[in-house]
């Protein structure tokens, strides 16, 4: 009967053990996650795969990365939920990647008398979510410029869920090694600062779990991750100073290009043996005057510390991360324009998720202008239906908000009126 | 004797760590039944995650949806519209006073910093009478921006979901009493950007529940600020993977949403784990993502989904 009682006791402590686990802090860690919070080990979904719980895998990623309710951006949201998001409101989250939000928003207006449909998924990638509502781009059936399958898109063919990708201490980008300690993602990280680089035999994680050498999904077969930090508070208006995510160049292995990671799934619109849009190019001597100068249409007055516009972002000639880590900042303080080998990338034009415009593109580049004028005739406007109800530019957006959601709250005023489209940035013709 | 209560302790412990099920009261009588999903004459109403609220004195149901707000009889009819223009801002939740008169908490800006928070007293019929405006804020809260809104006994109970603040105020807005869950949580300042409040709601003593669904756990702040904790990540029955909506029943029993493993578990006073219902599916009773939960006072309970499967009812019953 003693025996009993010993037994009984151990058994409590051995419970009391079970239900004192530690905290959860950032969850991805860098790596992989907690298990349980994408799979269930005894009541996955029916049907599914891998144990997973969500109806598919970006179903799972968005139990967490959505919420309903935000009044703004809010931390690691990345899809404003569908009942924040009523017609004639934007969706709400302003990452530097965009808000899926973006391809529910199906814009109809009349241009120059023509009844014309901009469709939500022409505005960012249209991942497969299920459970969130988010369907098969009903446009494209493959991958623009590749072969990579529309209804296999998910957060997953981008991401590594369970990413070994590590950085070491000597910058090097490998899947094995000393443990993965933290996030690598932000200013704020260790290693993308010379006051905290990472320990001795520790490493850690890549730029956003991005998919890294070795990882495939469907035609998708990566060779390596591109660099980047962010700021550590990334998901922010911009209506009063900026959010620099410092895009780097590097190389080696595990390491690739930004544009060269894009054209995994889309190598034919790379320019290296296509004749389109250079991308993993330097810049031009003339094309970084440009960039310095541009401030607004016609007013080329501005200079190469201050030149820096979110809009209209280039990867620096480096992959140095403390160099990155300095130049990631949201408080205006890091506004320089680009230097000797600084690249232009996708990332210059495209946000990797979706953006309140056509291709992606982060701005209106369907049409001339993306400012307009007040009744008065000369306050600038972002145009919409109430303040410039004639306008072709207002391409269905009710309000100014609403269009200013797109640019991430900035007032049209940064620009002025009758502003051409960003192209201008490096290439002036306006 | 000795041998064979060893040898039972040595069969049982590995179960039990193996199971990861606790043991205590397991499966005492509580069973959720589905009984219909909110609807209107043209059938169940495809919300996806909207926000639901309960007038517990007048058995109705308000349901928030890309600012329209419904409101459903005790049958789970719509009987009543209202807020489908955005002239009351764009509003993020609604409240009721005890007098059936919504509060609606609305903002008509993008950028909360910019303070452009309100909260709407109307009339029963949507009709907005007046603002209540928070006043003598201390600092730690001056810049406070809810997107929460719950009322009791004359007290209005608002939240931040993601910077973990909470605000106790009057009826008309004079602060009372404020939490800032980071350090009662024992988390870091650090810890404020990647921690968020996943559930939100009240008890019928003052208390206060919650839940953080990146740490896997669900809280009672009681009203003199004592904090009870409870949950464990994982896949077994009465564990957490992703939770979300909180509330307590009649009988004092918590009832948490899991939005991934789409079930809504129930766990006693003591926070051991009762049963579960919902589970992930499209017929009757299943659940795809839920969210919110609301429960009124004949025990039946308001379950929010995703994937446009509307609001589903259960009906709590007790052994």
């Not at chain 1, 419970?15 to 950032?26: S, V």
């Not at chain 1, 349980?36 to 795969?49: R, Y």
């Not at chain 1, 894009?262 to 991308?279: A, E, K, L």
């Not at chain 1, 009710?398 to 002025?416: I, K, L, M, N, S």
């Amino acid at each position: 009967m003693k025996g009993l009682k010993i037994g009984l006791a151990i058994a409590a402590v051995a419970l009391l053990t079970i239900g004192t686990g530690g905290a959860a802090f950032a969850f991805h860690s860098g790596g992989v996650a907690e298990c349980s919070g994408c799979h269930n080990m005894h009541s996955p979904a029916a049907g599914g795969s891998s144990l997973l719980v969500g109806t598919d895998p970006s179903s799972a990623c968005l139990t967490c990365h959505s919420h309903a309710g935000d009044t703004g951006p809010s931390s690691y949201h990345i899809a404003t939920a569908d009942a924040d998001m009523p017609a004639g409101t934007a969706p709400k989250q302003r990452t530097p990647g965009g808000d899926f939000g973006w391809v529910k928003k199906t814009y109809n207006f009349t241009l120059r008398g023509t009844p014309t449909t901009e469709t939500g998924d022409s505005h960012g990638h249209n991942i497969v979510a299920a459970d969130f509502g988010f369907t098969t781009d009903g446009t494209n059936t493959t991958a623009p410029g590749g072969t990579f399958v529309s209804a296999q898109l998910g957060c997953q063919s981008c991401h590594d869920p369970h990413s070994k990708q590590r950085r070491l201490t000597d910058g090097s980008i490998v899947s094995t090694g000393a443990p993965i300690v933290a996030s690598g993602s932000y200013d704020s990280s260790i290693g993308n600062s010379a006051a905290k680089p990472i320990p001795a035999g520790q490493a850690v994680g890549v730029y956003r779990l991005l998919a890294g050498n070795g990882y495939t999904k469907g035609a998708a077969s990566y060779t390596g991750v591109p660099a980047a930090v962010a700021p550590a508070t990334y998901n922010r208006t911009e209506a009063t100073t900026q959010t620099r995510v410092a895009y780097g160049v590097a190389t080696g292995t595990g390491k690739v290009t930004w544009s060269n990671w894009c054209g995994t799934c889309h190598g034919d619109m790379h320019s290296t043996g296509n004749y389109v849009h250079p991308v993993d190019t330097a810049m031009s001597t003339a094309i970084k005057n440009n960039y310095n100068a541009y401030v607004s249409s016609g007013i080329m007055t501005g200079s190469a510390s201050t030149a820096y516009l979110s809009l209209a972002p280039f990867a620096e000639n480096t992959g140095d991360y403390t160099v990155l880590g300095g130049h990631a900042k949201n408080d205006n303080t890091q506004l320089g324009g680009p230097g000797d080998g600084d690249q232009v990338a996708c990332i210059s034009c495209h946000r990797a998720h979706a953006t309140a415009f056509p291709e992606m593109v982060r701005w209106q580049s369907e049409g001339e202008f993306i400012t307009a004028v007040k009744a008065d005739g000369t306050t600038p406007v972002w145009p919409n239906n109430t303040d410039t109800p004639t306008s072709n530019f207002a391409r269905g957006r009710a309000t100014e908000a609403e269009q200013a959601a797109g640019y991430y709250d900035r007032p049209a005023t940064v620009f002025g009126a009758y502003q051409r489209v960003l192209c201008n940035k490096c290439h002036a013709k306006d | 004797m000795k041998v064979i209560c060893w040898k039972l302790c040595i069969t049982i412990l590995p179960l039990i760590f193996l199971a990861g099920v606790p043991l205590a009261p397991a499966l005492a009588g509580v069973k959720g039944a589905y009984l219909y999903r909110l609807s209107d004459f043209t059938g169940a109403i495809p919300y996806s995650t909207p926000r639901v609220t309960v007038d517990k004195e007048r058995k109705e149901t308000y349901v928030l949806y890309q600012n329209s707000i419904s409101v459903f009889n005790e049958s789970g009819m719509e009987v009543y519209r209202f807020g489908d223009d955005l002239d009351l801002g764009q509003i993020l939740d609604i409240a009721l006073d005890g007098h059936g008169n919504p509060l609606i908490l609305s903002y008509r800006s993008i950028d909360p910093e910019k303070g452009e928070i309100e909260i709407i007293r109307c009339n029963f019929r949507g009709e907005p009478t007046g603002k209540i405006v928070l006043k003598n804020l201390p600092a730690g809260f001056s810049d406070f921006q809810p997107n929460r809104i719950s009322c009791s006994g004359g007290t209005l109970y608002l939240a931040n979901l993601s910077r973990l603040k909470i605000v106790l105020t009057d009826s008309d807005g004079n602060f009372r009493k404020g939490y800032d869950l980071i350090p009662l949580l024992g988390l870091k300042e650090s810890d404020r950007g990647d921690t968020e409040i996943g559930g939100f709601s009240l008890q019928d003593d003052g208390s206060i529940l919650f839940t953080i669904p990146v740490r896997f756990s669900a809280h009672r702040l009681y009203p003199d600020g004592k904090l009870a904790s409870f949950g464990k990540p994982g896949g077994a029955p009465g564990k957490f993977n992703v939770v979300s909506g909180i509330v307590a029943d009649s009988k004092g029993n918590y009832l948490v949403v899991d939005k991934l493993k789409s079930t809504v578990m129930v766990f006693d006073q003591g926070f051991n784990y009762l049963n579960q219902f919902g589970y992930r599916g499209l017929k009757g009773g299943g659940l795809i993502a839920p969210d919110d939960i609301a429960i009124d006072k004949g025990d039946r309970v308001y379950v929010t989904q995703n994937g446009k499967r509307g609001v589903s009812v259960f009906g709590l019953t007790y052994n």
